[in-house]
């Protein structure tokens, strides 16, 4: 038998994770590469970051996060495969055309029922995954229809595209290029306005939420709320709906399927990108709402936030702060509170002093620094101000 020591350093050794803790900073694996070139640090950030996720995964995904992600692998394989209709695999009716149902001889009006009843199921289903998604992650619902509008924009300009030419991009006609390009530049902006509202959220939430006098805690707060992994899934989700919708409308355009020797490849490539893109779709929602638990604050940028902010002000000038403190052990009101946009004030311990100010700046009245800890008048307790609030977050 081996001891545990034995086997910690056979663990190590592999690279495997020989350590696993509920913050990212506890996670240990070796290095190996990184060490001798210094240059592939990131991607050793990059690893751990993904191994975090795959325990907080295993840990925390429920039964509801498996059936959304049911639904949604379940709403890809309808919407790409015909199961014996013939409408995807046959080819269609390729010398009929047209959306108009009023017109006898437009392409839609020769569509069977059994292809048009599996096209309706299949949208309801991908209707009932948004709604799951919602369900299970509120913090993020504005992000979850970015998400949709990304992979619809993706589909449509490939729609439009092979449409001006059925081969695109392989025919270099000039109109399906710069509709491909348009449909680029909108994903692109959906990233940007994604990445921008959950970094500086993710930033207000370290400085309310886990505010420390020590500037190495707060990058160690900082480090355990790190985006590396989940802005990498979010930028490969922005590059699959583009493969996605590609393969898609391709595997559709070609309307003689039987005479391309590769054509089961689009089909594959269609179908195994379409189930990453479900999965990451979670995953970049689930990431964010586990972070931020029901802390009380929303997924936005900071200049929105300075908005939302002037605007409330404004309706609301005498409005009181958010949030008095409570005593983390007996319960008492305490002298420090949380105001509406995030500033933590605590009262000066000095006696007869009437002043308060953010812990670690000089009172305005005695000029004595304000203490980042205050001691409960009751049961004498004494804890950082950060301990006086609930914490509702995830870690």
């Known amino acids: 038998m081996m001891t545990e020591a034995a086997m910690e350093e ?7 994770v020989f350590h696993e803790g509920s913050r990212l900073t506890d996670l240990k694996i070796g290095q190996n590469l990184s060490i001798d070139y210094p240059r592939l640090e990131p991607l050793h950030h990059l690893k751990i970051e993904l191994m975090f996720h795959f325990y907080k995964i295993r840990n925390t995904w429920t039964v509801g996060h498996w059936a959304t992600l049911g639904v949604g692998f379940l709403a890809v394989i309808l919407s790409g495969w015909d199961f014996g209709i013939n409408e995807l695999s046959g080819g269609g009716d390729f010398y009929t055309i047209g959306i108009n149902p009023s017109d006898e001889n437009s392409g839609i009006r020769h569509v069977s029922n059994a292809a048009i009843a599996l096209t309706l199921v299949s949208i309801g289903l991908w209707a ?8 299970i992650f509120p913090l993020m619902r504005s992000q979850a229809i970015s998400l949709y509008l990304a992979l619809f924009a993706a589909e449509l300009c490939q729609f439009v595209a092979h ?9 270099w006609e000039m109109d399906a290029i710069v509709i491909t390009f348009v449909g680029f ?14 970094t500086e959220t993710r930033d207000v939430h370290v400085e309310e939420r886990h505010y420390h006098p020590d500037p190495r805690q707060r990058e160690i707060a900082k480090r355990d709320h790190s985006l590396i992994a989940w802005s990498v899934a979010l930028f490969a989700y922005c590059v699959l709906v583009v493969i996605h919708a590609w393969s898609g409308a ?13 054509w089961w490849v689009l089909k594959a490539v269609y179908m195994f990108s379409g189930l990453l893109l479900v999965w990451l779709m ?7 709402q586990l972070m931020l638990g029901n802390a009380e604050i929303r997924i936005e940028s900071d200049r929105s936030r300075q908005v939302g902010g002037d605007r409330e002000s404004s309706e609301m000038p005498n409005q009181q702060p958010a949030r008095a403190g ?9 002298g420090v509170k949380m105001l509406v946009d995030g500033e933590i004030e605590a009262a000066c311990a000095i006696d007869g002093c009437n002043g308060s100010d953010t812990p670690g700046e000089k009172c305005p009245i005695c000029g004595i620094r304000i203490s980042s800890r205050v001691i409960c008048a009751s049961c004498n307790t004494s804890a ?12």
């Open 326 to 334: 409570k005593c983390p052990d007996c319960g008492e009101i305490t």
């Open 250 to 262: 391709h595997y559709v355009a070609l309307r003689q399927p039987g005479a391309v020797e590769w």
């Open 163 to 171: 449409g001006e030419d059925a081969n695109f991009p392989f025919g």
């Open 282 to 288: 979670l995953q970049i929602l689930w990431y964010p």
């Open 384 to 395: 950082p101000v950060g301990n006086h609030f609930s914490d509702d977050e995830a870690w």
């Open 10 to 16: 056979t663990e190590a050794g592999d690279g495997l």
């Open 128 to 135: 009932i995954l948004l709604v799951r998604l919602w369900a």
């Open 185 to 198: 530049i909108f994903i692109a902006f959906i990233f940007f306005i994604l990445l921008r509202a959950v």
